[in-house]
C-alpha cells in the first residue's frame, strides 16, 4: 500500500498540485509567469468564447460516446453469443488496434478520409465522378476517430456482464411469453447497464480532453478543451491560464467519475440494503 | 371413471446435435392433469424432450401434440406451456413480486386482475412475507417457491420441471416432494417433472417414462414399472434388484453352478440363450418357513441396520456379487442372524423376473 501511496503523489498528486498553484498567478508581459495572486484565470474560463469550447468539446465527446456506445454493445452482444471457444478469438480482434501507436491508427484515419483517400477511390471505383466529398478536418472525422479509438474499452466493459449473464434468464422471460425484444428491454439491458455505463465513462472522459485527434483529423478548425489547454501552454505562452483550464477539465471528469461510481454503487448497495433477515 | 384424456402426444419424436442423436424416436402420451416422470440417467436425454416441450430446441423429426395441436415449431412465448428451470432463472434484478407478475404482464391483463392472481399465487406458495425481496435475499427452498410460483401463476395447459429438487438438501427435499404432489393437485395442472432421482418419480409420479440413450425403454404407472421392469436396464435403474447370471431353460435360469432358478421366462427368450434371473431384496425371505420354489444357502457378509429394516449382504455360490435381503425389523428380533453367519434364503418364481443378458 506504502509504495503505490508514494508513486501515487509522486507522479499524479505534485503534479497536479503545480498546475493548480500555476493558476492562480498572473501571466507575465513576455510569457512566463509573475507570481502575485489572482482568480482572474478562473473568471476567464467562463468566458462564454471558452465556455462555448467547453460545451463544445462535451457535445463532441458525448456524440462520440452514444455511438461508440451503440456499436461497442452490438459487437459485445455478438461476441457472448457466438460458440464460447471463438469468443476469445473475437475479444482479440477487438482489442488489436490497441497494439498499434494512437497517433498511427489517427493518421490511418487521414488516410482513409482524405480528398483522394481510400473512401473517394472506392467511391470512383464504383463508379463515382463527382466532387471528392469532404470528409477530413470535418466535425465528423474528429468523432469517428475519437469512437474508432475507444471503442475497444466499450466492447471489453459490455462483454464482461453479457457473457457472465445467464443464458436461462433469457429463456425463463421467453417461456413466460416476452417476444426477443422484450426480453432484451427488460431482462439482458437493465443486467448489463454496469458494463456500458462503465465504458460510456471511459469514452467520454478520453474524448473530452483529447488533443491528438481534434489536431489532426479536425484540422484545428474545430478545437477542444485539449487543443486550447495545448494552445496556452505551448503556443500563447499563458500558463496561469492554462492550468486553470486544465483543472476544470480535470473538474469535469471527476464530477461524470463521482456519478458514475456513485451510480453504480447504488445499484449494488440497494439489493444489500434491506439485506438483514434473509432467514424464514 | 372416464377415460383420461391425452394432453399432450409425442409422435416419433428425434433430435440430433450434429451427430449426436439426443432423442430417438420417442412416442409419449401424457395425459390430462396427471404428475409424469421423464427419468432416466444423465445423457439419456431427458432434458432434451423437456426443452423441446418447452420450445427451445425443434425436433429434427415428429411431432408434439398438445390439445391436438402441433406445436412443435411454436417459440416458447407462444405457447401455454412453462418450465421451472434447473437453476430457477430468478431475474436478479426484480422482486419476488415482480419476478412472478412478468408473466402475466406480457399478457397484457388488466392491472388489477395481475394483481389479485400474483397475490394468490403467493399466498399459495407461502410467499407473502417475502414480495419484496429480490432473490439474492432468498434461500434455496425460497427461491424454488418463487419459480414455481412464477410459472404456476400462468396457468399453463402443462407445467415443465427441470430437476426441480435437485438443488435442495436431502431433507427438504422429502418434503417437497410431497409439498409438489398437493400443489399440483390443488392447481389441477399437469406436471412434466425431469428427474435422475428413480426414488423422486417412484413418490411423486403418476405415471413415469424411463429413459437410456434417448430411447424409451418403458413407460407406465411407478408400481407397474418397479413390479414389472421391461428389461435388465429398468430393472436394475428401478429400486434394488439382485441378479443371477446364467442360462435361459424352459421354466427359469440356469446358473453359472448349475443352480436352477425357476420363474416365468419370457416368449422372446430362447432355450440355452443368455440371460439374467432378478429377484427384488423384500421379495428375498430369510429361513424361510414354508416351502419356496427358490431356495440357496449363503454366508452374511454384512448388515446394515435402517431402523425400519434390516440390510444384509449375503454371498451365495449363484453370483460375483452378493445378494441384497431385507428384513423387516420384526424378523430381525426373532431370529438375530450376525456377520459370518450361514443363513438359508428362499423366494416364490411369482417374485423372479427374467430378462435377456
Not at chain 1, 155 to 166: E, G, Q
Not at chain 2, 66 to 93: C, E, W
Not at chain 2, 198 to 222: F, H
Not at chain 2, 333 to 354: C, F, K, M, N
Amino acid at each position: 500500500m506504502a509504495p503505490a501511496l508514494a508513486w501515487l503523489a509522486a507522479l499524479m498528486v505534485v503534479p497536479c498540485a503545480l498546475v493548480l498553484a500555476l493558476a492562480f498567478f498572473r501571466r507575465g508581459i513576455y510569457g512566463g509567469i509573475e507570481y502575485t495572486f489572482t482568480l482572474e484565470n478562473f473568471g476567464l474560463v467562463f468566458d462564454p468564447l471558452y465556455a462555448g469550447i467547453f460545451l463544445n468539446s462535451a457535445r463532441i465527446a458525448g456524440t462520440a460516446t452514444l455511438i461508440a456506445v451503440v456499436i461497442g454493445y452490438a459487437a459485445a452482444y455478438a461476441i457472448s453469443a457466438a460458440p464460447r471457444r471463438w469468443q476469445p478469438v473475437f475479444l482479440f480482434f477487438a482489442v488489436l488496434p490497441f497494439w498499434s501507436n494512437y497517433l498511427i491508427r489517427t493518421y490511418a484515419w487521414i488516410v482513409l478520409l482524405n480528398r483522394e483517400g481510400l473512401i473517394t477511390q472506392l467511391l470512383r471505383w464504383f463508379g463515382y465522378t463527382g466532387e471528392p466529398p469532404s470528409m477530413l478536418y470535418t466535425e465528423g472525422a474528429v468523432i469517428a476517430g475519437l469512437v474508432y479509438n475507444y471503442l475497444p474499452f466499450v466492447i471489453l466493459a459490455c462483454y464482461a456482464p453479457l457473457s457472465r449473464l445467464n443464458p436461462e434468464l433469457a429463456e425463463a422471460s421467453r417461456d413466460l411469453g416476452a417476444s426477443a425484444a422484450t426480453t432484451f428491454r427488460r431482462v439482458v439491458l437493465p443486467l448489463t447497464v454496469p458494463g456500458i455505463a462503465a465504458g460510456a465513462v471511459f469514452v467520454f472522459v478520453l474524448s473530452i480532453g483529447n488533443f491528438v485527434t481534434p489536431a489532426l483529423l479536425g484540422g484545428g478548425r474545430f478545437q477542444m478543451i485539449g487543443n486550447l489547454v495545448y494552445d496556452q501552454f505551448l503556443t500563447a505562452n499563458d500558463w496561469p491560464f492554462g492550468a486553470a483550464l486544465a483543472m476544470a477539465l480535470i473538474a469535469i471528469m471527476l464530477l461524470v467519475l463521482t456519478a458514475q461510481a456513485l451510480a453504480a454503487n447504488r445499484a449494488s448497495g440497494h439489493v444489500t440494503q434491506a439485506g438483514g433477515n434473509t432467514d424464514g | 371413471m372416464s377415460e383420461p384424456r391425452t394432453l399432450l402426444a409425442i409422435d416419433h419424436v428425434s433430435k440430433n446435435f450434429g451427430r449426436v442423436t439426443a432423442v430417438d424416436g420417442i412416442s409419449l402420451d401424457i395425459r390430462e392433469n396427471e404428475f409424469f416422470a421423464l427419468l432416466g440417467p444423465s445423457g439419456c436425454g431427458k432434458t432434451t424432450l423437456l426443452r423441446m416441450l418447452a420450445g427451445f430446441e425443434t425436433p429434427n423429426d415428429g411431432r408434439i401434440l398438445l390439445d391436438g395441436r402441433d406445436i412443435a415449431k411454436t417459440p416458447p412465448n407462444k405457447r401455454p406451456v412453462n418450465l421451472m428451470f434447473q437453476s430457477y432463472a430468478l431475474f436478479p434484478h426484480m422482486s419476488v413480486r415482480a419476478n412472478v407478475s412478468y408473466g402475466l404482464e406480457m399478457e397484457r391483463l388488466p392491472a388489477a386482475e395481475i394483481r389479485s392472481r400474483v397475490d394468490a399465487i403467493l399466498a399459495t406458495t407461502e410467499l407473502v412475507p417475502f414480495a419484496d425481496r429480490k432473490p439474492e435475499q432468498l434461500s434455496g427452498g425460497q427461491k424454488q417457491r418463487v419459480a414455481l410460483a412464477r410459472a404456476l401463476v400462468k396457468r399453463p395447459r402443462l407445467l415443465l420441471l427441470d430437476e426441480p429438487l435437485g438443488a435442495l438438501d436431502k431433507k427438504l427435499r422429502g418434503a417437497m416432494q410431497l409439498e409438489l404432489k398437493r400443489l399440483q393437485h390443488e392447481v389441477g395442472i399437469t406436471f412434466v417433472i425431469v428427474t435422475h432421482d428413480q426414488e423422486e418419480s417412484l413418490v411423486m409420479a403418476d405415471r413415469m417414462a424411463v429413459l437410456k440413450d434417448g430411447r424409451l425403454l418403458q413407460c407406465d404407472t411407478p408400481h407397474a414399472i418397479y413390479e414389472h421392469p421391461a428389461d435388465r436396464f429398468v430393472a436394475d435403474f428401478i429400486g434394488v434388484m439382485n441378479f443371477v447370471p446364467g442360462q435361459a431353460a424352459a421354466d427359469g435360469v440356469v446358473a453359472t453352478n448349475g443352480a436352477r432358478i425357476s420363474g416365468k421366462v419370457p416368449a422372446t427368450l430362447s432355450p440355452g440363450a443368455s440371460a439374467v434371473a432378478s429377484v427384488r431384496p423384500e421379495r428375498i425371505r430369510l429361513f424361510p418357513s414354508v416351502e419356496t420354489a427358490n431356495r440357496i444357502t449363503g454366508t452374511v457378509d454384512a448388515l446394515a441396520y435402517h431402523g425400519l429394516d434390516l440390510q444384509l449382504h449375503v454371498r451365495t455360490p449363484l453370483s460375483p456379487k452378493p445378494f441384497l435381503v431385507r428384513v423387516t425389523a420384526d424378523a430381525a428380533d426373532r431370529r438375530p442372524v450376525s456377520s459370518g453367519d450361514q443363513v438359508e434364503l428362499g423366494w416364490d418364481a411369482a417374485d423372479v423376473r427374467i430378462f435377456a443378458e
